[in-house]
């Protein structure tokens, strides 16, 4: 079920709409599913790009924390930490679906250009 609403939030063309879907897929996701959709969601390259442009750079960086503190965990307590840390990982994904949200147009994230110095 899980899968079948990210698809179909990911094949919408319109922000609003994609966004709308995402994030109620979110909120019925299992704290697992919230967690581990991270990279299919936001491949390296639309990370990179963000970074690049110097936007939602606050999100990305609590998204990816929450990925560094996992692989830093005992093996043993792997398992049990999207549960343990589901409220900082949830709300850390809406608000880098929210952030990435503005950036979207017409089916594609548009970032801006990076400013030379």
Do not use: W
Request: glycine share 6%; aromatic share 8%; net charge negative.
């Amino acid at each position: 079920m899980f899968k079948a609403a990210v698809d179909s939030a990911m094949s919408q063309p319109v922000a609003d709409d994609r966004t709308r879907l995402l994030l109620g897929a979110m909120r019925g996701g299992t704290d697992s599913e919230v967690f581990f959709v991270f990279p299919l969601l936001f491949p390296r390259r639309i990370i990179d790009g963000a970074q690049n442009a110097h936007v939602c750079v606050a999100e990305i960086s609590s998204s990816m924390d929450n990925g560094k503190e996992y692989l830093a965990t005992a093996p043993a307590e792997q398992e049990d930490f999207p549960h343990v840390h589901a409220k900082k990982i949830r709300s850390d994904t809406v608000r880098l679906i929210t952030c990435l949200d503005q950036y979207y147009a017409n089916g594609q994230l548009r970032f801006p250009s990076p400013q030379s110095n």
